[in-house]
């Protein structure tokens, strides 16, 4: 399974961004797809995930600034931020589990590579 995740970048404090994931095949429909980020030396924590049905679960902090959702086109998972800090400085990873408890629980069957988000004043 092949995910590919795009939209990072550099950013001001404030703004937004658009993270993509893309899909394809949608993962088998029995997959849930979810977001998690890296920050330098650290792993990989847990940021929002969704099934294809549409069921979210996000990270308590992140919600009201983070919000995942299923993208326009069939295969697309799509992660918007706002009113980003520098704490949301890392690497941003979109993977795939068999459940979106697994998901949660980083209990991770495919990742795709990460695209790094740069937030500064």
């Known amino acids: 399974v092949q995910l590919q995740a795009s939209g990072g970048g550099p950013v001001q404090v404030g703004g937004s961004l658009r993270l993509s994931c893309s899909a394809p095949?949608?993962?088998?429909?029995?997959?849930?797809v979810g977001w998690f980020r890296q920050f330098p030396g650290k792993g990989r924590t847990f940021v929002a995930g969704?099934?294809?049905?549409?069921?979210?679960e996000s990270e308590d902090s992140l919600k009201g600034r983070f919000s995942v959702s299923l993208g326009g086109s069939e295969d697309e998972v799509v992660l918007e931020m706002k009113n980003l800090q520098p704490e949301d400085t890392a690497v941003y990873y979109c993977?795939?589990?068999?459940?979106?408890?697994?998901?949660?629980?980083?209990?991770?069957?495919?990742w795709g590579q990460g695209t790094q988000v740069t937030v500064s004043s």
């Open positions: 993977a795939s589990a068999p459940t979106l408890g697994g998901v949660r629980q980083g209990s991770i069957e495919h």
């Open positions: 095949g949608r993962v088998s429909r029995r997959y849930a």
């Open positions: 969704i099934t294809w049905h549409d069921i979210k």
